[in-house]
T-cell receptor
Framework: DAGVIQSPRHEVTEMGQEVTLRCKPI?????LFWYRQTMMRGLELLIY????????DSGMPEDRFSAKMPNASFSTLKIQPSEPRDSAVYFC????????????FGPGTRLTVL | SQQGEEDPQALSIQEGENATMNCSYK?????LQWYRQNSGRGLVHLIL?????REKHSGRLRVTLDTSKKSSSLLITASRAADTASYFC??????????FGTGTSLTVIP
């Protein structure tokens, strides 16, 4: 199994541009999580899905952030418009089922907004 | 909001020594997990301990949980240079939504 796949691995964009981050969870996993990691705030849960349905998006910082999971093998996190304070590493993780399971993390996308 | 808070923030030891890091949390939990993050990589799950367990072992790792004190510790015995990484505890209240702490940065000097 290739593990959780994220793309791109690095993204540099200018303020105001739209950014789309992509994630392919491990096949057979029913839950998917988006996290953001910064030095100042650590690792923050943004949103998570169970069976492709968003369960809790209370961690999404602003309306500029949106996430979708159109099917069990693909999810996107979109930032529109992007701002310099969005610069961070964004991780996607998946787990086998709803409760009490370890999460498998992707390698992350390092986003820099100039 | 974050629940787990690791202590110390940074730890430096000689290879072969034991490393102990602690995690404190604020509310009751179902489970607590420990993860490792190597520089530039995603987090890797190390061990899960349930709220009704007090101690768990996995290889050179030993985790304890004290629910009365709302704290957990991770002990790495006979450390190796490859153990150099950041270590995070993650606590959950709902069973699938984990809150990560700020991490302990461990450096093992060869």
């Amino acid at each position: 199994d290739a593990g959780v796949i994220q793309s791109p691995r690095h993204e540099v964009t200018e303020m105001g541009q739209e950014v789309t981050l992509r994630c392919k969870p491990i096949s057979g996993h029913n839950s998917l999580f988006w996290y953001r990691q910064t030095m100042m705030r650590g690792l923050e849960l943004l949103i998570y899905f169970n069976n492709n349905v968003p369960i809790d998006d209370s961690g999404m910082p602003e309306d500029r952030f949106s996430a979708k999971m159109p099917n069990a093998s693909f999810s996107t996190l979109k930032i529109q418009p992007s701002e310099p304070r969005d610069s961070a590493v964004y991780f996607c993780a998946s787990s086998l089922s709803w409760a009490y399971n370890e999460q498998f993390f992707g390698p992350g996308t390092r986003l820099t907004v100039l | 909001s974050q629940q787990g808070e690791e202590d110390p923030q940074a730890l430096s030891i000689q290879e072969g020594e034991n490393a102990t890091m602690n995690c404190s949390y604020k509310t009751s939990i179902n489970n607590l997990q420990w993860y490792r993050q190597n520089s530039g990589r995603g987090l890797v799950h190390l061990i899960l301990i349930r709220s009704n367990e007090r101690e768990k072992h996995s290889g050179r790792l030993r985790v304890t949980l004290d629910t009365s004190k709302k704290s957990s510790s991770l002990l790495i015995t006979a450390s190796r240079a490859a153990d150099t990484a950041s270590y995070f505890c993650a606590t959950d209240r709902t069973g699938n939504q984990f809150y990560f702490g700020t991490g302990t940065s461990l450096t093992v000097i060869p």
